[in-house]
């Protein structure tokens, strides 16, 4: 395994797992040989993002572990964390994308379930419209609309719930209004209808509910090339008063093409964007995970646990961490 040829360097105070993983706490590296911690009365769902590219740079090696891991822990979703067609979204929803970006890519029996998408800024260039229509055409991609929400037992017990709120985040960046390729399909939406939305479906005070989990495609902190530019600055802006007025326990993103965990105040941030291109990724303040690598995410949440583990595209677990209520 790759595992064996890693030389494990203490720098900085921080951890490095080969040239490409930085872990900020030795007992969140996993030792050699590791296997998948399986949970099997848990919640689990795999994250993943900006990943279609017609099975290219590894779309289709991560799909493959994707499967594995799926069949491994009875993974009852995916989820998608945007930028789902490159180079600029579909044109409808008959276009030949859907085939050969997705129908035939992830092909594994155990990845036929539930696909919870949210939008890119890649796949506003085109039709981002036309990923909502998808949803009847296809039995597993289910997007009702540009922002959704669900609400979803732990192991069936639906007084154990997580309320997992997917958002549209482009038309939360202004930069975007006057934006050539954006700017068109933006303007269309109204962005404080959705945040006044958004800020309705945080404030459910039900106590069935264990945890709030936000799906959105442009983080509010990375390690990534993007740390200070006008889109993470904007999605901060608007949304972490929000995010930490309601008790949001995890804000899932894509955007930068690497797996991180970032922890801000109460916020667990992860960025699960690596599904079919890498880029490289650091630590920064709050950061206790950056890993430039192919791979996607293993979420396992219990009433009272959330496991995570990230997963590279040759079945090698980078990572792992686990949060307490």
């Known amino acids: 395994m790759r595992n064996s040829l890693l030389v494990l360097l203490f720098l900085s105070k921080q951890y490095v797992l080969s040239a490409q993983v930085f872990i900020k706490d030795s007992s969140a590296i996993p030792a050699k040989g590791t296997v998948l911690i399986k949970k099997e009365t848990a919640l689990n769902f795999i994250a993943m993002g900006d990943w279609g590219r017609n099975g290219a740079d590894h779309q289709k090696q991560v799909a493959l572990q994707m499967g594995k891991t799926a069949t491994d822990t009875r993974a009852q979703f995916i989820i998608t964390t945007g930028d789902n067609f490159y180079p600029s979204g579909v044109a409808s929803e008959w276009d030949p994308l859907w085939k050969y970006s997705f129908e035939d890519i992830y092909t594994d029996f155990s990845l036929q379930w539930d696909w919870y998408p949210?939008?890119?800024?890649?796949?506003?260039?085109?039709?981002?419209?036309?990923?909502?229509?998808?949803?009847?055409?296809?039995?597993?991609?289910?997007?009702?609309?540009?922002?959704?929400?669900?609400?979803?037992?732990?192991?069936?017990?639906?007084?154990?719930?997580?309320?997992?709120?997917?958002?549209?985040?482009?038309?939360?960046?202004?930069?975007?209004?006057?934006?050539?390729?954006?700017?068109?399909?933006?303007?269309?939406?109204?962005?404080?209808?959705?945040?006044?939305?958004l800020a309705k479906t945080l404030s459910d005070t039900s106590s069935a509910i264990r945890w709030k989990i936000v799906v959105g495609h442009h983080p509010m902190y990375t390690g990534g090339g993007r740390t200070e530019w006008y889109d993470t600055k904007a999605i901060r802006r608007s949304l972490k008063p929000l995010f930490d007025k309601y008790g949001v326990d995890v804000y899932l993103t894509g955007h930068e093409h690497s797996l991180q965990h970032i922890v801000v105040g109460k916020t667990n941030h992860f960025i699960s964007g690596a599904a079919s291109e890498k880029t490289a990724a650091r630590l920064i303040d709050g950061g206790k995970m950056a890993a430039s690598v192919y791979g996607f995410m293993l979420f396992s949440i219990t009433g009272k646990e959330l496991l995570m583990q990230a997963i590279d595209d040759t079945g090698n677990i980078v990572y792992r961490t686990t949060i307490n209520k």
């Open 118 to 197: 949210v939008l890119g800024n890649h796949d506003y260039k085109s039709n981002p419209g036309a990923q909502v229509k998808y949803s009847a055409i296809s039995r597993r991609w289910r997007m009702p609309s540009r922002y959704y929400s669900q609400k979803i037992p732990i192991n069936g017990d639906t007084t154990q719930q997580v309320l997992i709120v997917f958002i549209d985040t482009n038309p939360l960046i202004p930069e975007f209004y006057a934006n050539k390729e954006y700017g068109p399909n933006v303007k269309t939406q109204d962005s404080t209808r959705q945040k006044k939305w």
